[in-house]
């Protein structure tokens, strides 16, 4: 079946920079887009960004400039890299396709505060 694993969250600075991977498996991970998402505490799950399988990226307003997507192919694997972190960036952040499947992951914890 298909799974998500994330890693690479933590405490951090506003300001400071932390770098997300996923591992996805299940999948034939290069048809697909990879998205990033975060639920904050009290609000819904939201979209941060995604990549198409040819590299091309978007981003949402609030973190465009600031967080960078990356991925690779041939390690199913999918980063999220965060600069500049802001409190409101304080989430935690899970890796799905985009459209999203109904299967998630655990999801990494991001604490932006100081």
């Known amino acids: 079946q298909v799974q998500f694993v994330e890693s690479g969250g933590g405490l951090v600075q506003p300001g400071g920079s932390l770098r997300l991977s996923c591992v996805a498996t299940?999948?034939?991970?290069?048809?697909?887009?990879m998205g990033w998402y975060r639920q904050a505490p009290g609000k819904q799950r939201e979209l941060v960004g995604h990549?198409?399988?040819?590299?091309?990226?978007y981003y949402v307003d609030s973190v465009k400039g600031r967080f960078t997507i990356s991925r690779d192919n041939a390690e199913n694997m999918v980063y999220l890299q965060m600069n500049s972190l802001k409190p409101e960036d304080t989430a935690v952040y899970y890796c799905?396709?985009?459209?999203?499947?109904?299967?998630w992951g655990q999801g990494t914890q991001v604490t932006v505060s100081s």
């Open positions: 799905n396709t985009d459209p999203s499947r109904t299967s």
């Open positions: 299940g999948i034939i991970f290069r048809l697909y887009a």
């Open positions: 990549i198409i399988s040819g590299g091309s990226t």
